[in-house]
């Protein structure tokens, strides 16, 4: 039974990638943390926190919206990281194993707005 926003497990994938990215964006060169490092944490933070937020909403449209929203920053993300990629601040594999996992986080959020807009 899900009570609580940190019950789905959509928003537990996104909390895990959101920590990861931190963890990640730590080595980046110093100058880069008003660039692309905030950036990046920015735009990962922002796929839970509208997962969460829509969680909370009075109706299950404001719900979807926010889940679009949610969806858009994995985009952002996933963006954020190519580039993180091809100035060598990650290596391609690291850019791999995240935008794998990135991408299977994009997928639960599309069936979770499947499955609500069934019930609109």
């Known amino acids: 039974m899900i009570k609580k ?3 789905l497990r959509v928003w537990k994938l996104a909390h895990e990638l ?3 990215v931190y963890k990640l964006t730590k080595q980046f060169p110093r100058e880069e ?3 692309i490092e905030s950036q ?3 735009s990962s933070a922002s796929v839970g926190a509208n997962i ?3 969680f909370s909403r009075n109706t299950k449209k404001e719900y979807v919206q926010f889940l679009y929203t949610a969806r858009g920053s994995l985009t952002e993300t996933i963006n954020h990281l190519i580039l993180a990629r091809d100035l060598k601040y990650i290596s ?3 850019f791999e194993n995240l935008d ?3 991408e299977a986080l994009g997928k639960q959020i599309t069936s979770l707005i499947y499955v609500i807009k069934k019930t609109i």
């Open 33 to 35: 943390i008003y660039g």
């Open 40 to 42: 990046l944490r920015r």
């Open 100 to 102: 794998t996992q990135y």
């Open 52 to 54: 969460a937020e829509g």
């Open 5 to 7: 926003f940190t019950d």
């Open 18 to 20: 959101t920590l990861e």
């Open 92 to 94: 391609p594999e690291t």
